[in-house]
């Protein structure tokens, strides 16, 4: 249970959702000091101090919300409770005490009331809010883009090939081929015969009279009984015996 020492008259009280239930006007409290109510608009509503959940500057924030908070809220202020200031401290709303007397002196309580200042939130006034549609010319200058294509015509001479009929880009440029048929005129050789020769050997004996030379080496000397040798051959070498 919060404090009751941090609220005072004039704050707000809100429910857990931060709907607003009342103003305070009055914290009563027991004569112990530890429980207490919240008187709420004139002491229209009553709330325990169970209730209450947290103290966040001049709003008193509630652990429920209010559509359940008429089952749970008191019923009425009991009797022995009185009005405290922000301190806690008791409050008199009577002129009357009781008195305690012994033999030598009297003890009379003395009570006096305190002026108490409550502000809450009261409508005094309405705020009529029109919307009305105004018409106004207005001049916007607006760019509008449109195409407009440069014709150039070239002349070209190529031999057709596949592919050639199709258009073709060149970043922003397109080419349209344009394709015609020329007469052409041609020469060429042709081969019009052959000549195969074939070759072969033959054999034939002829009778051919030459004259041959050759040389005859004679060896003469003592103790020589062969008077001739032959060389067949120049540089041969030479027999005897």
């Known amino acids: 249970m919060q404090d009751q020492s941090s609220i005072r008259p004039g704050m707000a009280v809100l429910d857990m959702s931060g709907a607003t239930v009342g103003i305070v006007e009055q914290v009563q409290a027991s004569p112990d000091g530890q429980s207490y109510q919240l008187l709420l608009d004139g002491g229209q509503m009553v709330i ?15 652990r429920m919300n209010s559509n359940t908070l008429d089952a749970t809220a008191a019923t009425g202020i009991p009797t022995e409770y009185v009005a405290t200031d922000t301190a806690g401290a008791q409050l008199t709303g009577t002129a009357s005490g009781n008195v305690d007397t012994d033999a030598d002196h009297i003890v009379v309580e003395r009570f006096e009331e305190d002026l108490v200042v409550n502000k809450r939130l009261t409508e005094v006034g309405q705020v009529s809010v029109t919307k009305r549609v105004v018409e106004e010319p207005q001049t916007v200058l607006v760019d509008i883009e449109r195409q407009e294509w440069d014709v150039v015509r070239t002349d070209v001479e190529r031999p057709w090939q596949q592919g050639d009929d199709a258009p073709r880009t060149e970043g922003d440029t397109i080419i349209v081929p344009i394709i015609a048929e020329k007469l052409e005129v041609m020469r060429r050789r042709v081969v019009v015969g052959e000549v195969r020769l074939t070759k072969r050997v033959s054999t034939e004996q002829r009778e051919i009279t030459e004259t041959v030379r050759r040389e005859v080496v004679e060896v003469s000397g003592p103790g020589i009984t062969d008077t001739a040798a032959t060389m067949e051959n120049q540089g041969g070498a030479a027999t005897t015996s």
């Open 48 to 62: 325990e101090g169970t209730l209450i959940d947290s103290v966040r500057g001049d709003q008193v924030w509630l």
